[in-house]
C-alpha cells in the first residue's frame, strides 16, 4: 500500500490550501485515515482523523478552521485548511490503517507535504 500525499505550498497567513492523500494498492477497505504535522524541532503531533464511518476528531487549535473529509469510493482523505496561520506552518503527513484483502490492518505514512504559512 502506497499513500500519496500533495497539496502542500506557501501561502500567506489568512489564506486556504487543500490538502489530499490517496491511499493505492492492496486494499480492501480503508478504516480510517489522519493527517500529523511536524514543525521544525518539534514532535509530530495528531492533528485530526476520520474514519471510514465519517467520525472525525479535530485538534483544539485546528477546530473551525480546517475540515477533513473521506472519499471511501477513491480512498482519499481531504484536509480543507483555512484561516490558515504561520503557526500552522509544517510537513503535513497522512496516516492510514488499511485493511489488506487478507483481511489484516496495517499502519502507513505517507511522505509528507510542506505547508508554510508566511507574507
Known amino acids: 500500500v502506497q499513500l500519496q500525499a500533495s497539496g502542500g505550498g506557501l501561502v500567506q497567513p489568512g489564506g486556504s490550501l487543500r490538502l489530499s492523500c490517496a491511499a493505492s494498492?492492496?486494499?480492501?477497505?480503508?478504516?480510517?485515515m489522519a493527517w500529523y504535522r511536524q514543525a521544525p524541532g518539534k514532535r509530530r503531533e495528531l492533528i485530526t482523523s476520520?474514519?471510514?464511518?465519517?467520525?472525525?476528531y479535530y485538534e483544539d487549535s485546528v477546530k473551525g478552521r480546517f475540515t477533513i473529509s473521506l472519499d471511501n469510493a477513491k480512498n482519499t482523505v481531504y484536509l480543507q485548511m483555512n484561516s490558515l496561520l504561520p503557526e500552522d506552518s509544517a510537513v503535513y503527513y497522512c496516516?492510514?490503517?488499511?485493511?489488506?484483502?487478507?483481511?489484516?490492518?496495517?499502519?502507513?505514512w505517507g511522505q509528507g507535504t510542506l505547508v508554510t504559512v508566511s507574507s
Open positions: 496516516n492510514a490503517e488499511i485493511l489488506n484483502r487478507r483481511l489484516e490492518q496495517y499502519e502507513y
Open positions: 494498492g492492496n486494499i480492501f477497505s480503508v478504516t480510517a
Open positions: 476520520i474514519t471510514s464511518s465519517g467520525n472525525t
